[in-house]
C-alpha cells in the first residue's frame, strides 16, 4: 500500500512539471553557480582516476585517461571506487570519475558514494559517463555527479559522454532492440579512443585556465521518467533471478560485484528486495549460473552475447603495448 501511495505522490509531481516543460532547456544548478575558481597557480602532480565499471567499458575509458596522464608526467592512481580509499581524496590535486547510466541516471550506488566523500575544497573534478542508447540521459547524469562533487567543494573542469555496445540484458530479448545493439558491435571504436585522448587532454587544460566549466541539466523526458521509480517496475517483470548450484563454480564473482550484498552464492539465492538489477551479477557470471527471466524469457549475460555472436571488444592501441 505504502509503495503505491508513494507512486501517486510522484504521478502527482510529474504532472505539475509537464506543465512547465515543452521540450529540453537547461535547468540552472543554484550551488553551481556558487563555485569559486581554482587556487591560485593550482599545479598538478598528483591525479586520481576512479570509475565504477560492471562489463569493462567505463573502466577502460578511464584507463586509458589515465595512461595519457601518465605520458604528461603525472602521478596517477588509478582504481574502482569499490576499492578506494574515500579518506585520501583531498590528498590529490585533481580527481576524474566515470560511470555507466543506469535506467536514465547516475546509479544509485555512485551517487551515495559521493554522497559520503570528505571535503574536497577547490579541487578540480571532472567526470565522464559511457551510455549504450542514444537516448539514455547521459547529459544529465554526468552533471550529477559534477553537482555532488561541488557540494563537496569540488570545481568542475571537465565533462563527457561516450557511447558503447549496450550492457543491458533484458534489451536482448527485444529482437527490435537487439537488432539496434548487434548495429553498435563495433562500439567502442577507434572514434571512441580518440574523443577520450583528447577529453584527458581537455581536462589539464582547462585546470590551467583556472576556472570552472558550467554544467547545466537539460529538462528531458527521460529525466522526468525518473520520477517513475524504473527499477522498481522492472523487478515487477522479473519472474525468477537465483543461482543455479548444480552448474555454480563458486567463483564468488556475483557476490563481488553485488552492490547491495543481495547474493549468497552457498543457498542458490539473490534477494530481490536488496537487488538494484545492476545485472552485475549474470553480465559477469562465467558460466551463466545466474538463472533469470524477464516476462518468462531466461536471459543471458554480456560476455555470453559476445561469445555467441563472435564478438570482440576493441582495445585501445595503448593498451596492446602493455
Given at each position: 500500500m505504502e509503495r503505491r501511495r508513494s507512486f501517486l505522490k510522484k504521478c502527482i509531481a510529474l504532472s505539475f512539471v509537464l506543465v512547465e516543460s515543452c521540450g529540453s532547456k537547461p535547468q540552472k544548478n543554484e550551488h553551481l553557480q556558487n563555485v569559486t575558481t581554482l587556487k591560485k597557480d593550482h599545479k598538478l602532480k598528483n591525479v586520481l582516476v576512479l570509475w565504477y565499471s560492471q562489463t569493462e567499458h567505463t573502466k577502460r575509458n578511464a584507463r586509458l585517461i589515465a595512461y595519457v596522464w601518465k605520458r604528461k608526467g603525472l602521478n596517477v592512481t588509478a582504481a574502482d571506487i569499490r576499492k578506494f580509499n574515500q579518506k585520501t581524496l583531498p590528498n590529490f590535486d585533481l580527481i576524474l570519475l566515470g560511470t555507466p547510466v543506469f535506467y536514465y541516471d547516475t546509479p544509485g550506488f555512485v551517487k551515495e558514494w559521493l554522497a559520503t566523500i570528505p571535503s574536497i575544497n577547490q579541487i578540480p573534478v571532472a567526470a565522464f559517463v559511457t551510455y549504450g542508447r542514444p537516448c539514455g540521459d547521459q547529459h544529465n547524469a554526468v552533471c550529477t555527479i559534477l553537482e555532488l562533487f561541488s557540494k563537496k567543494g569540488?570545481?568542475?573542469?571537465?565533462?563527457?559522454?561516450?557511447?558503447?555496445?549496450?550492457?543491458?540484458?533484458?534489451?536482448?530479448?527485444?529482437?527490435?532492440?537487439?537488432?539496434?545493439?548487434?548495429?553498435?558491435?563495433?562500439?567502442?571504436?577507434?572514434?571512441?579512443?580518440?574523443?577520450?585522448?583528447?577529453?584527458?587532454?581537455?581536462?589539464?587544460?582547462?585546470?590551467?585556465?583556472?576556472?570552472?566549466?558550467?554544467?547545466?541539466?537539460?529538462?528531458?523526458?527521460?529525466?522526468?521518467?525518473?520520477?517513475?521509480?524504473?527499477?522498481?517496475?522492472?523487478?515487477?517483470?522479473?519472474?525468477?533471478?537465483?543461482?543455479?548450484?548444480?552448474?555454480?563454480?563458486?567463483?564468488?564473482?556475483?557476490?563481488?560485484?553485488?552492490?547491495?550484498?543481495?547474493?549468497?552464492?552457498a543457498l542458490g539465492q539473490i534477494n530481490m528486495d536488496r537487488c538494484v538489477l545492476c545485472f552485475g551479477c549474470i553480465n559477469n557470471c562465467p558460466v551463466q549460473a545466474v538463472v533469470m527471466k524477464y516476462k518468462g524469457r531466461k536471459l543471458f549475460g554480456f560476455w555470453e552475447l559476445l561469445r555467441r555472436k563472435n564478438i570482440t571488444i576493441k582495445e585501445p592501441k595503448e593498451f596492446l603495448k602493455l
Open positions: 569540488g570545481v568542475p573542469v571537465g565533462l563527457r559522454t561516450f557511447m558503447n555496445m549496450e550492457t543491458f540484458p533484458i534489451s536482448w530479448s527485444n529482437n527490435s532492440i537487439a537488432k539496434n545493439i548487434l548495429d553498435n558491435r563495433a562500439l567502442p571504436n577507434k572514434k571512441t579512443y580518440k574523443n577520450v585522448r583528447s577529453y584527458a587532454e581537455s581536462i589539464i587544460e582547462q585546470v590551467n585556465l583556472g576556472y570552472p566549466i558550467p554544467v547545466e541539466k537539460q529538462l528531458t523526458f527521460q529525466r522526468l521518467s525518473t520520477i517513475f521509480a524504473p527499477v522498481w517496475w522492472t523487478k515487477r517483470l522479473i519472474d525468477v533471478h537465483r543461482i543455479d548450484l548444480t552448474i555454480c563454480t563458486k567463483c564468488g564473482i556475483c557476490e563481488k560485484l553485488c552492490l547491495k550484498d543481495a547474493i549468497s552464492v
